[in-house]
């Protein structure tokens, strides 16, 4: 039996059971179901429109997405929110210093250096309290640069990831 769907997060696990049970599943890019469907509910009147992009012979239909390449994609999201999350506590850092006269050039190694000099000297216009916070918020940057590295280790140990990388690149 042929079943097409919307290409959606749920969908591809529901593609891979319905071909499991022997039905021939699709899935349809959503910008090809987008014209078929007139309300924001499913009636049958929707249904029977989006038999047409699913039966015909030019269907245009992706494939279902594998388990591994769901979790590579997980990892790369979740890879991304650490990025974001380190870069963010590094320009809070930034601005701190620089509410007190210290402008630091971009780049994290510029960074650790700085806060290197700043934790082992001291400064007389930083309070002990700011520099607990600068110390946390230190902690913070290499707690997720170091889980950034661990995802990078585990996304290059993929071949598939790697050649996507390199085509990137190119």
């Not at 071909?19 to 349809?28: F, K, M, S």
């Not at 279902?64 to 380190?86: C, G, M, N």
């Not at 850092?93 to 700085?114: C, D, H, N």
């Amino acid at each position: 039996m042929l079943i097409g769907m919307e290409a959606c997060a749920g969908a591809h696990y529901l593609a891979r059971a319905l071909r499991d049970q022997g039905h021939d599943a699709r899935l349809v890019p959503a910008q090809y179901v987008k014209p078929y469907v007139k309300t924001t509910r499913t009636t049958t009147w929707t249904r029977k429109r989006l038999r047409k992009p699913c039966s015909g012979r030019r269907c245009v239909s992706c494939r279902s997405r594998t388990t591994s390449r769901l979790d590579l994609q997980a990892l790369h999201r979740v890879r991304d929110r650490w990025v974001a999350r380190r870069t963010a506590v590094m320009n809070q850092i930034r601005g701190f210093l620089l509410e007190r006269g210290m402008a630091i050039r971009k780049g994290p190694s510029y960074l650790v250096t700085q806060l290197q000099v700043i934790l082992t000297e001291g400064d007389s216009s930083f309070s002990g309290r700011l520099l607990h916070l600068i110390r946390e918020l230190k902690h913070e940057m290499g707690r997720a640069r170091k889980e950034d590295r661990g995802s990078q280790k585990s996304v290059l140990s993929s071949p598939a990831s790697r050649r996507r990388m390199m085509a990137a690149i190119a």
